[in-house]
């Protein structure tokens, strides 16, 4: 018996400049704690699994042995027989690595389109798992996925090799993609897109359009 949880069990969480274990947020004494970070870097490099798998198996053994204290008082954390991290295979692989975005909507954040580029490889550690689960759920975030000059080989890379069985892509559906119009005609993803921004005035200043009311 040892504590762990779903997300640092199956969960993979890419943003900029780290990988996360999980993206929950959680208050303790008044102070906001989570989206716990795996690894962490300084400057762009390559980052093989096989680094987030010791990374994740060191935050497990430093959890129950009380020297890192970063999830404690979350709710998901839960003591029970959880199967060794190496023996795992991921359920969930959220894809915010960037926050580049052709837009600049005024009611976003700069996390999302703050212009970083991606600092490690996606291809380089995509290309390392080698197993996922049956039931594998995939975000594409970020910035603008589909900005991504890189985001058409990526995303068929991806889809042939994890076959993933829910797949979302957080897009403002401004910028055309074949490889995303061919996986919506076959069903094998879906995309969520804000055609509001509050307000009409708010919409005209973002979109500068008059089509919509």
């Not at 959680?26 to 400057?43: A, H, Q, R, Y």
């Not at 985001?151 to 797949?167: A, E, M, S, W």
């Not at 995303?180 to 076959?186: E, F, H, P, R, S």
Request: proline residues 3%; charged residues 30%.
């Amino acid at each position: 018996m040892h504590k762990s949880c779903i997300h640092i069990q199956k969960s993979i969480y890419l943003a900029p400049n780290e990988i996360r274990a999980c993206c929950q947020r959680f208050f303790v004494d008044n102070k906001i704690k989570g989206d716990v970070s795996l690894i962490s870097l300084t400057e762009p490099r390559e980052i093989d699994y096989s680094e987030v798998v010791k990374a994740k198996e060191k935050l497990v053994k430093d959890i129950n042995n009380g020297i890192d204290d970063r999830c404690s008082g979350c709710l998901l954390l839960k003591e029970r027989n959880w199967p060794e991290i190496k023996d795992e295979k991921l359920n969930t692989i959220s894809i915010e690595n960037h926050s580049q975005c052709n837009m600049k909507c005024s009611y976003c954040s700069d996390t999302y389109y703050g212009g970083i580029e991606p600092q490690y490889p996606l291809a380089h550690l995509f290309n390392n798992i080698n197993d996922v689960g049956d039931d594998l759920h995939i975000a594409w975030g970020g910035g603008e996925p589909t900005i991504r000059k890189d985001f058409n080989d990526l995303f068929l890379t991806v889809n042939r090799k994890f076959h993933p069985k829910t797949q979302r892509v957080f897009t403002n559906a401004l910028k055309y993609s074949s490889a995303l119009q061919n996986a919506l005609d076959d069903r094998a993803t879906s995309i969520t897109t804000s055609i509001d921004a509050g307000t009409e005035a708010t919409f005209r200043k973002v979109r500068d359009s008059k089509g919509l009311d």
